[in-house]
């Protein structure tokens, strides 16, 4: 059964990345205030909380909360953040429901002097690993993957921190890219699969950041822009910077394919690729597998315009805007009207009618997870005035839960996973509906290997546990 669409479900009906990570290591003394320009430019990434945490080399402090990055912090709770290194993070949560204790970084006070953590990722063994810890009497005050590995790192023997993260590293099964603050340095580690994107680059005054995404970088003036590698270790440290294999990369690259089909900001790099130009390449690709005549193209804002771009020019079709993005919509706190809920994707796009009307319409989007807002969506263009749409989709149907740090849902919330293609049309009540193959896919990006492809195909890089809910902790903390 296809759940009634509403406001709450316009919100859930997108894939939710869980945060995204920034660290800086300067030999200024105002680093929290560039980390939180680094956490601005990540903040598609996560849109509950915000967090940064600061060290002067002796002492650590902390400053995290719920909301967005540009409300959590201002310039009177920045200030008494100095220091030379530090570390943010803004969150998305998948393990552990959202709320203040689950805000990252997270900072706990060791033999070895202080340590903040701050994690892009979910560890699929992480029930295991937090029963470990109970069961050595550990205390735990949060429902997250990160304090595990916080914890975890905190009692690990070894002489120093890059020693003691290197014998905890191979405990961890899933995605981790941590940004890891102590006393006089800055921590970057990728797990070795390559999950999660995440680079380092130089700063204009001799330091290093190390961020998700090369957008936050390139915002930062960052230059000399590298990845880190899949089980490498990058230690920042004002204007020095050490690398260290940690871990072999596995055999198998799992990079995550949704980075470029809706993650990542369009001007960010990933594997190498632009992240813009990959889309606009699987448009042109979606164009040749299942072209229709119509008038004009429209995509659905805004990962899907470069898309819309490619797939007209392919098919030398009209491009246009057909639908007005309210961009601040967000994660509301404020319950709407019964009137307000019923109006449901009305509070979050507007349609343009001198556009559409009369025309035949290829309505472009990137993924289709939940079904509960491209129908509402098809329905809003038709009653501009549209007198066919045809919906394409710019990546395979979505049938499989995701286990490495992506909120889609579980198989039961996939709508893929439960109706054919012609089924899926007419729930939408599109004129046609079509998705990109695999194949297709994976030739816009031009690469055949080292993808992460599970939620389309079921075949998981590495071996997951029965599925559970992301608040599945909660029972115990409630």
């Known amino acids: 059964m296809i759940p009634e669409h509403n406001f709450d479900s316009v919100i859930a009906d997108r894939l939710h990345e869980e945060c995204g990570v920034m660290g800086i290591s300067s030999p200024a003394e105002d680093v929290a205030q560039m980390?939180?320009?680094?956490?601005?430019?990540?903040?598609?990434?996560?849109?509950?909380?915000?967090?940064?945490?600061?060290?002067?080399?002796?002492?650590?402090?902390?400053?995290?909360?719920?909301?967005?990055?540009?409300?959590?912090?201002?310039?009177?709770n920045l200030a008494p953040l100095r220091g030379s290194n530090g570390i943010g993070h803004t969150r998305y949560s998948t393990t552990g429901g959202s709320g203040a204790r689950n805000a990252q970084p997270f900072l706990v006070e060791t033999v070895h002097g202080p340590l903040a953590v701050?994690?892009?990722?979910?560890?699929?063994?992480?029930?295991?690993?937090?029963?470990?810890?109970?069961?050595?009497?550990?205390?735990?005050?949060?429902?997250?993957?990160?304090?595990?590995?916080?914890?975890?790192?905190?009692?690990?023997?070894?002489?120093?921190?890059?020693d003691r993260l290197a014998r905890t590293l191979s405990s961890w099964t899933g995605a981790y890219s941590l940004v890891i603050l102590v006393e006089d340095r800055v921590i970057a580690v990728r797990d070795p699969w390559g999950f999660r994107p995440l680079s380092v680059g130089k700063l204009p005054d001799g330091g290093f950041a190390v961020a998700s995404e090369t957008c936050a970088l390139s915002t930062l003036g960052c230059t000399e822009i590298s990845e880190v590698a899949p089980g490498e270790i990058v230690t920042l440290r004002e204007t020095e910077m050490t690398r260290r294999q940690a871990l072999v990369?596995?055999?198998?690259?799992?990079?995550?394919?949704?980075?470029?089909?809706?993650?990542?900001?369009?001007?960010?790099?990933?594997?190498?690729?632009?992240?813009?130009g990959v889309r606009q390449r699987m448009g042109e690709q979606l164009a040749r597998e299942s072209f229709v005549?119509?008038?004009?193209?429209?995509?659905?804002?805004?990962?899907?315009?470069?898309?819309?771009?490619?797939?007209?020019?392919?098919?030398?079709?009209?491009?246009?805007?057909?639908?007005?993005k309210n961009r601040y919509i967000g994660r509301t706190f404020i319950e709407p009207t019964t009137l307000m809920r019923e109006r449901g994707v009305a509070m979050k796009f507007n349609a343009l009618p001198e556009n559409l009307r009369g025309k035949r319409v290829i309505l472009i989007d990137d993924s289709l997870v939940r079904g509960t807002t491209a129908g509402p969506l098809v329905q809003l263009i038709r009653d501009a005035g549209a007198t066919e749409v045809h919906l394409r989709i710019t990546s395979p149907p979505i049938k499989h839960p995701c286990h490495f740090g992506v909120d889609m849902g579980h198989d039961d919330d996939l709508i893929a996973a439960r109706l054919n293609l012609e089924e899926l049309c007419a729930v939408v009540k599109a004129d046609s509906l079509a998705f990109l193959t695999l194949d297709g896919m994976m030739s816009a990006v031009g690469r055949k290997e080292g993808y992460c492809n599970a939620c389309f195909t079921g075949i998981y890089p590495v071996e997951v546990p029965a599925p559970r809910r992301k608040d599945s902790f909660e029972q115990v903390l409630a």
């Not at 701050?118 to 810890?133: C, P, T």
């Not at 119509?294 to 491009?319: C, H, K, L, M, N």
Request: charged letters at 15%; proline letters at 4%; aromatic letters at 10%.
């Open 118 to 162: 701050a994690h892009n990722g979910n560890l699929v063994n992480a029930h295991e690993l937090r029963s470990e810890l109970l069961a050595k009497g550990f205390g735990l005050t949060a429902s997250s993957d990160t304090e595990v590995m916080t914890l975890m790192l905190a009692s690990a023997g070894g002489a120093t921190w890059e």
């Open 249 to 276: 990369p596995s055999v198998k690259s799992s990079r995550c394919t949704f980075e470029f089909v809706y993650f990542s900001r369009p001007d960010s790099l990933w594997d190498g690729l632009s992240v813009h």
């Open 293 to 324: 005549d119509a008038d004009v193209v429209v995509p659905v804002p805004d990962s899907s315009i470069p898309a819309a771009v490619g797939f007209s020019r392919q098919s030398g079709i009209e491009y246009n805007d057909g639908l007005i």
């Open 35 to 76: 980390v939180f320009f680094g956490l601005f430019a990540l903040q598609h990434r996560g849109q509950e909380a915000a967090g940064i945490a600061v060290s002067d080399g002796v002492q650590a402090r902390i400053y995290k909360a719920d909301g967005l990055v540009s409300h959590v912090f201002t310039p009177a």
